[in-house]
């Protein structure tokens, strides 16, 4: 058995989408062995910073929180969907993921494009290849439960806030109760195309998101 840490460390000067809704991570020491005898750390950050998980509350008013995502939904059997070499800005439609998948669309997708490495640069937020908004329905229609992606998104960057089409596919996939688990990394580690896949987000009560810690398990 292999077991593969997906997640993104996080850490104080770590890059995140640069608006105001997306906080910097600050850590600060409080507790010291030197006076007070232990070590603490004062946390801010952001529930989509680094690898994390949107719930539908993220685009959707009274839509489910991050808190009431089923574990059933979170962990268990995954298909690898290799898209490694992907052109930037390459839009993935529904003949893409029917060459890779067939017909058979797992509960779980992990979209693997490589695109990971350009973390930390603004290339990863604006140049992340994505899913067109038909391959969004489509995954949608064969009923995935889960799609995770080593990318910022699932929507094309010209899509943003303040454009005509603000985040369709996000809308679209988390309307349906679709988790999607953002920011993977190390998915190069990751040979096999089956994977049992693990996000355990924080139980984070009412909120939209959560930092995740995911690994693959290689049988």
């Not at 930037?88 to 058979?104: C, F, S, Y």
Request: hydrophobic share 40%; aromatic share 6%.
């Amino acid at each position: 058995m292999k077991i593969i840490d997906l997640s993104l460390p996080i850490e104080e000067g770590m890059m995140t989408f640069p608006t105001h809704w997306h906080p910097v991570v600050e850590i600060t020491i409080l507790g010291r062995h030197g006076i007070e005898g232990r070590e603490t750390r004062k946390l801010v950050l952001g529930t989509h910073i680094g690898t994390h998980a949107d719930s539908p509350r993220h685009f959707v008013p009274n839509g489910r929180t991050i808190d009431e995502i089923s574990l059933d939904v979170l962990i268990g059997p995954a298909t690898v969907a290799d898209f490694t070499g992907c052109r930037p800005l390459q839009e993935i439609d529904v003949a893409d993921l029917q060459q890779r998948l067939g017909e058979k669309v797992p509960a779980r997708l992990i979209l693997r494009t490589g695109w990971s490495e350009y973390f930390g640069h603004m290339k990863f937020y604006n140049e992340y290849p994505f899913l067109s908004e038909n391959a969004a329905l489509w995954l949608l229609e064969k009923g995935v439960r889960l799609i995770a992606m080593d990318t910022p998104s699932p929507d094309n960057p010209a899509h943003s806030r303040g454009t005509p089409k603000d985040s369709p596919n996000h809308k679209v996939l988390l309307g349906a109760g679709v988790v999607l688990v953002e920011y993977l990394t190390n998915l190069k580690a990751v040979t096999a195309p089956e994977v049992d896949l693990i996000v355990m987000p924080l139980k984070l009560k009412g909120c939209d998101g959560s930092p995740v810690r995911c690994v693959a398990i290689e049988k």
